[in-house]
């Protein structure tokens, strides 16, 4: 049999799991969340989640992986064959979420260029990015579907090049750029004029409205921004060597992701809120795309510099939103070359080309398909939905059980011990036999709700 594709170094495994964690997820929904739900309230709750709920489920998916060897069809089949189907289930969602996030990775390199191309100030105006994603303007730079596959090929040729060669290499030299540009610019944006009183709002805890909301909100965020319970970490972990120390790496994937979340809210909440007059009320009412692509390029066009500084900050959005969606396409080129059998080179074209077609949908809707919704929903906001907000929790809910109850929490704590000593191991068990478990369903029952609320 070939041997399997492997990271080379510890760092290496990090860095590319960070990578995949740190997405757009970091970016425009963590300040927004920490702005909303009582600045260093949120931050509180969702550090103390991140180091026990979320730090089960990854070194959880993390240890799955890297004792099965395999993807994750194969690593649920092979620790209980009924749990097959769950793999199945999970395989299915970076399926679903790398077609609409490489739609919007395309939207971020839209941005970056032009940024550098000094157009930031047209880009700033309030009908732009309507105007843009709707199709509205003419000529093939102001398609988004341009973008959309510009994007698609920069993952794809990356995995092309393999887990050592692409995956790793790209990480590498990406995650630290990212860094950087991450305290660089929120340096720039504190001392801005104006900043203190956002960065009061981001960092004073106010725990007023502290309700189960907030804790819901921090649940919700922290799980999907670890890339948990769509086999990415599953993938990962087979990839990383043996002897490397699992738990420590585990909790530096963690200290990246959530540092970097929390940079995020350093640049974005003082400045939206010095451009605002010193009233949090914008930033507190909108995440997502309406906050980076309608109010960000505003603000950095309000501020000296604000061009180049636009331009970096698109700039770091792209590394983020490209190592997530390496992380998708690997993990479905996994699963074809282990279940399959395809070579790299087939299974790669053979996903990307699927990635092109699904993600057509997603383009369109905002544009000429607009008229067509499913559950009320645009098709990218469906794809987001039923992935993150259904299918995400059940797996994971699926997983805990699987590994509390049906095969026992020892299979993940021998090959924890295997590398190195699992200190946390106490907390652990009770945390994935009837916390966790718990935990997801209340994400799922809330988010459920939200639909029909
Ligand atoms: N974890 C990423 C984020 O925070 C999102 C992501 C989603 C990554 C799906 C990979 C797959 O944005």
Redesign the pocket.
């Known amino acids: 049999m070939k041997e399997r594709s492997s990271f080379t170094s510890r760092i290496g495994f990090v860095l590319a799991a960070a990578g995949?964690?740190?997405?757009?997820?970091?970016?425009w929904?963590f300040p927004y969340l920490a702005a909303k739900y009582g600045g260093g309230a949120f931050l509180i709750t969702y550090v103390l989640l991140a180091v026990t709920f979320g730090f089960t489920l990854m070194i959880t998916e993390v240890a799955m992986g890297r004792r099965t060897r395999m993807s994750c069809i194969e690593a649920f089949g092979s620790l209980n064959r009924r749990f097959a189907p769950l793999g199945w289930l999970a395989a299915l969602i970076?399926v679903i979420?790398?077609p609409y996030?490489c739609v919007i990775g395309g939207w971020v390199v839209k941005y970056f260029v032009e940024f550098v191309r000094g157009n930031g100030m047209a880009v700033s105006s309030d009908t732009y990015f309507g105007d843009f994603i709707s199709m509205a303007g003419s000529g093939i730079l102001e398609n988004p579907l341009l973008w959309f596959v510009i994007f698609v090929l920069l993952t794809a040729v990356v995995v092309l090049l393999g887990v050592d060669t692409g995956v790793e290499k790209a990480s590498s030299v990406m995650m630290p750029v990212l860094v950087l540009l991450s305290v660089g610019i929120s340096v720039y944006c504190m001392t801005l004029p104006g900043a203190a009183e956002g960065l009061k709002y981001y960092l004073l805890p106010d725990f007023a409205d502290f309700s189960l909301t907030t804790v819901l909100a921090a649940m919700g965020q922290l799980f999907?921004?670890?890339?948990l319970a769509?086999g990415?970490m599953i993938t990962y972990g087979s990839y990383m060597k043996k002897e490397d120390d699992l738990e420590s790496s585990v909790g530096q994937i963690e200290i990246f992701?959530t540092g970097i979340a929390f940079l995020a809210g350093l640049m974005i909440v003082p400045a939206v809120v010095a451009f605002n007059g010193g009233d949090a009320s914008l930033i507190q009412g909108k995440a997502g795309p309406g906050l980076m692509f309608g109010v960000l390029p505003k603000v950095f066009e309000s501020f000296p510099l604000g061009g180049a500084v636009g331009a970096m900050f698109f700039l770091l959005v792209f590394f983020?939103?490209l190592t997530?969606?390496i992380?998708?396409l690997e993990t479905v080129v996994s699963i074809l070359t282990d279940k399959m059998r395809l070579t790299r080179k087939k299974a790669t074209i053979l996903s990307t080309a699927g990635i092109l077609i699904l993600g057509i949908p997603s383009c369109l809707g905002y544009g000429p398909w607009g008229h067509i919704t499913v559950l009320k929903m645009q098709f990218l906001d469906f794809f987001d939905f039923i992935s993150n907000s259904v299918m995400m929790p059940i797996v994971a809910i699926g997983t805990c059980i699987l590994v509390g109850h049906v095969v026992g929490s020892r299979y993940i704590e021998e090959e924890v011990e295997s590398s190195g000593t699992f200190k946390r191991k106490k907390m652990y068990r009770i945390m994935i036999r009837y916390v966790a478990p718990v935990m997801l369903a209340a994400i799922l029952a809330g988010e459920v709700l939200k639909y029909f609320g």
């Open positions: 995949s964690a740190v997405g757009l997820g970091n970016m929904r970076p979420i790398a996030y999907y921004s670890m890339s769509m990415i992701d983020a939103a997530s969606s992380s998708l």
